[in-house]
């Protein structure tokens, strides 16, 4: 049984339909990206499989069981974590502080067990710790732990966002563009700390991207959506060699020869 | 018994004036700028206050005194955003609620230590012989009142409709980034519209110390009601500051005067408490409710 | 940040506890009175202001209700203070609890003008309602606490000195709880609600969840206060339910710096003494109230905790070395 399953999940805003019929599975430990040119419907379908939107038709499972319609908080609790397009953290908060927020699910504990400070409460908080600090050196970060987030340049920024989304212990863990805005050598380290991510922690990882470069590089499949529907699935071999993908493309879509987009 | 309503009615539409120019100021400002105006009563009470003292003590007519104190209350209104919002532009709902929060301390107290306690009626010179329309008395000064506000009302919309300032407003309340891109000066409209609005607000004040009394201790409640009518009109609705206003005014009528003076203060705040529960944006308005 | 923070609340303690002894003057022990009752009160606002970010205009409310609750049990059922106090404090968590499960799914601007509706609407019922909250008039007499062992033994605490130490309890054990709410993953979750709601939803937390916890914590303490305070003062009346309760808690947590444990207990400390000591300019006091507040806002918007300590480290890690302002 696939990890996720998308099935014939459709969305209309008002006069715009924004996904028709969108089918699609994500594996366990596969890493998946989901392109196509601006207004496909990607990001929508982000925000129905995490919560922020209800499909009007169609199903998402993950592990089995439904989560369409289920709150963002919720979703998350299942398992499946995000990130956003535009650039989203605690930004009041040091970067160490970041984290520490975003392992709330592993941190929490019953109500007198925290208040009295337990010595179980208090393991847990260290174990919380040390998760950090884990975190942080994986993702390359453990210098600027004591930095507020609002001081971070971007392309550390984009780091410590995926950061935050590992420190929920995702089993499933969405992308929304971590590439945007990254020049090509952090690109580069992008998809390095991605593997990294799936092989290492056995994280599933569905991404949306406009990279191709970074797309080609990093993806087990692809799956390809124009206009709101699915046109094309396949691993990135397959995926270049689709006349269907090639021909939405040169109808305004993105660069496929392997260069950033600034 | 019907001519008894009618005239409730007739006396909630002259509060309902009082209402909803205050609710009108408060929502150009709410609207435009996302600030929580506390101070919205303090700047009403004052400018009875200031009226008062004009004609009373200064013995300056009555007309003479209103447009000489709206433009006091006008320059003030300027001021206060120069000196304080100003600075507050992009600092957080909280701490632009505190900063009128304090600002409307600091004037009603003021106010009580210069002004005292005691309720003041202006003297408007306009005799109180009461007229009769039907079934209905009225007094001119409260027919005077009703005339002013549609007028106010009737030049603030041609302002907001058919003046560069007004498509200025127009254009940051709905877009401010693009506005700003087309070299709108978004801080001076800002300034404007809370000048705007706070004079707004210190005319109705002037009028109901006319009609009725003003006095200091009137600012909080004015201030609490005046943001009853904006939520219940919608915030961010002209027309719905308009209708709320009156709408207000009328219920609140009826209700004393068929039911209990005592609770009647009560009804506006039940009535958006219950408003609010069932529909999150209001009669006529911008979204309320949290996003899911 | 937290054992330069410990140490100063431990010190204010030891201080607390030996001043009546160092100071007897009977004046300066009902000012400390009043800090503590601030004390607390404010605490419990800044549970909601400072770590969940939104401001409930209303508080005062469940401090209304709490002395109300205290008068109205002790005077017309003559149940003892002892039982008194823990069931004014749950009878305004369970007020919390219905007025936060319906206003905290409104956003910010709106959350704020209903629950000062709430209160308005309380103030008024309690002015109205005169059979059972005597109008204007109030309750007075609100009797002293009193231990009776049988028939023959009653003592009665109505001695300054035991409200004195009856209320740094009261304030001691507010800041425990409040310390070990703001350590916790609770705390951590707050403050994620108030730093990014929809990041924090998309870690798993349940921002309506915790902001209702935490907006009935902070109504379980003020219903607390306001029974001490009936107990203390003897008299109550609508006047609770005003704003001026409310203009002083925000002054005080404002000032002392909101988010910290500390700010709460060091904003008390001043406007408690400020409003004592300097009622000979009574007039002009309340004016000046006003300009003390918009002025912290603009020129210190971190407090004075935010003053002393520059680096505000919110993490529950102890490796945070304390940055002083000289450091």
Redesign the interface.
């Known amino acids: 049984m696939a990890m996720l399953e998308v099935r014939n999940v459709s969305r209309r805003f008002g006069g715009l339909q924004a996904n028709k019929d969108v089918s699609f599975e994500v594996n366990q430990s596969e890493i998946v990206s989901l392109i196509g040119p601006n207004g496909a419907g990607k990001t929508t379908m982000f925000n129905m499989i995490?919560?922020?939107l209800s499909p009007d038709e169609g199903d998402v499972t993950f592990q089995g069981k439904s989560v369409a319609g289920l709150?963002?908080?919720?979703v998350?609790?299942r398992g499946i974590?995000?990130?956003?397009q535009i650039t989203?953290?605690?930004?009041?908060?040091?970067v160490?502080?970041n984290l520490?927020?975003?392992h709330?699910?592993r941190?929490?504990?019953g109500f007198w067990e925290?208040?009295?400070?337990t010595k179980a409460?208090r393991d847990r908080?260290s174990a919380?710790?040390v998760s950090?600090r884990d975190i942080l050196r994986l993702v390359g970060l453990e210098a600027l732990a004591?930095e507020d987030a609002k001081n971070l340049a971007y392309g550390k920024l984009r780091l410590l966002e995926i950061a935050?989304?590992l420190?929920?212990a995702p089993r499933l863990l969405l992308l929304d563009e971590p590439a945007a805005g990254l020049n090509s050598e952090e690109s580069a380290r992008l998809v390095e700390l991605l593997r990294l991510i799936c092989r290492e922690r056995g994280t599933t990882i569905l991404l949306v991207e406009h990279d191709m470069s970074v797309v080609m590089e990093v993806s087990d499949r692809i799956v390809v959506l124009n206009f709101g529907q699915k046109i094309a699935e396949g691993t990135p071999v397959e995926i270049r060699a689709n006349s269907a993908v090639v021909e939405a493309y040169l109808g305004g879509g993105l660069d496929f020869g392997g260069a950033n987009n600034a | 018994m019907l001519d008894v309503t009618i005239q409730f009615i007739v006396n909630g539409l002259v509060s309902g004036c009082f209402y909803a120019l205050m609710a009108v100021g408060l929502t150009l400002i709410f609207g435009m700028m996302q600030i929580v105006n506390f101070a919205h009563g303090d700047f009403f009470v004052l400018g009875g206050m200031l009226t008062f003292v004009l004609t009373h003590s200064l013995g300056i007519p009555f007309v003479v005194a209103i447009p000489l104190v709206l433009v006091a209350m006008w320059l003030f209104g300027m001021a206060v955003d120069w000196a304080l919002l100003s600075r507050m532009r992009d600092a957080s709902m909280m701490s632009n609620a505190l900063v009128t929060i304090g600002l409307s301390v600091f004037m009603v107290n003021t106010m009580l230590l210069i002004f005292g306690t005691d309720p003041k009626n202006i003297v408007t010179g306009i005799d109180r012989v009461p007229l009769l329309f039907g079934p209905v008395v009225i007094t001119k000064v409260r027919l005077i009142t009703i005339v002013a506000s549609i007028a106010a009302i009737a030049v603030v919309h041609y302002m907001i409709n058919h003046t560069r300032r007004g498509r200025a407003m127009r254009a940051v309340f709905q877009q401010q980034e693009a506005a700003a891109l087309v070299g709108i000066p978004i801080s001076q409209t800002y300034r404007f519209t809370f000048a705007l609005g706070t004079t707004l607000a210190a005319l109705s004040g002037i009028l109901l110390g006319a009609v009725f009394v003003v006095h200091p201790t009137m600012a909080d409640l004015a201030t609490v009601k005046a943001f009853v009518v904006v939520i219940l009109g919608g915030m961010g609705s002209f027309g719905g500051a308009i209708l709320g206003g009156l709408l207000l005014g009328v219920v609140e009528s009826l209700w004393g005067g068929f039911v209990s003076t005592g609770y009647m203060d009560v009804i506006g705040f039940l009535l958006v408490i219950g408003l609010l529960l069932v529909k999150p944006s209001g009669l006529f308005g911008l979204a309320g409710a949290r996003e899911? | 940040m937290r054992s330069t923070e410990n140490n100063i609340l431990l010190g204010g303690l030891a201080l607390a506890l030996v001043l009546p002894v160092l100071l007897p003057d009977q004046f300066l022990i009902h000012v400390m009175i009043m800090v503590f009752f601030y004390g607390i009160l404010a605490s419990s606002l800044n549970l909601t202001v400072g770590y969940v970010g939104e401001l409930p205009l209303g508080h005062a409310a469940f401090l209304g209700i709490g002395a109300y609750t205290s008068a109205i049990l002790s005077t017309q059922m003559q149940v003892p203070f002892w039982i008194c106090l823990p069931l004014a404090g749950l009878i305004a968590a369970v007020f919390g609890l219905v007025i936060g499960a319906i206003t905290l799914r409104l956003e910010g601007h709106y959350f704020v003008l209903i629950t000062l509706a709430f209160t308005e609407v309380m103030r008024l019922v309690v002015l109205n309602w005169v059979e059972v909250t005597r109008g204007p008039l109030g309750f007075s007499n609100i009797p002293a606490p009193v231990i009776s062992l049988g028939e023959s033994i009653r003592y009665s605490f109505d001695s300054k000195l035991w409200y004195y130490y009856f209320g740094l309890f009261l304030l001691a054990v507010t800041v425990l709880?409040v310390m070990?709410?703001a350590r916790?993953?609770?705390g951590?979750?707050a403050?994620?609600i108030r730093?990014?709601r929809?990041?924090?939803?998309?870690?798993?937390?349940?921002?309506f969840r915790y902001a209702l916890g935490t907006f009935v914590a902070g109504a379980f303490f003020a219903g607390l206060a306001g029974s001490f305070y009936a107990h203390y003062i003897s008299f109550v009346g609508p006047e609770v339910f005003g704003f001026s309760f409310m203009v002083t808690m925000l002054m005080i947590v404002a000032l002392g710096g909101k988010g910290t444990v500390l700010g709460p207990i060091i904003g008390a400390v001043v406007i408690g003494l400020a409003l004592e000591y300097l009622r000979f300019i009574n007039e002009v006091r309340l004016s000046a109230f006003g300009l003390l507040l918009i002025g912290v806002v603009l020129f210190m918007p971190n407090g004075i905790t935010g003053l002393l300590f520059r680096r505000r480290?919110?993490?529950?890690?102890p490796a945070a070395q304390p940055k002083t302002a000289e450091g």
């Open positions: 995490t919560g922020f709150k963002p908080h919720q998350a609790q974590v995000r990130s956003f989203n953290v605690f930004a009041g908060l040091t160490e502080d520490v927020a975003a709330y699910m941190a929490r504990g925290t208040m009295l400070n409460a908080d919380m710790r950090v004591d935050i989304g420190s929920a | 899911k | 709880c070990r709410f916790s993953s609770y951590m979750a403050i994620a730093e990014n929809r990041l924090a939803k998309s870690v798993g937390i349940n921002p480290k919110v993490s529950l890690s």
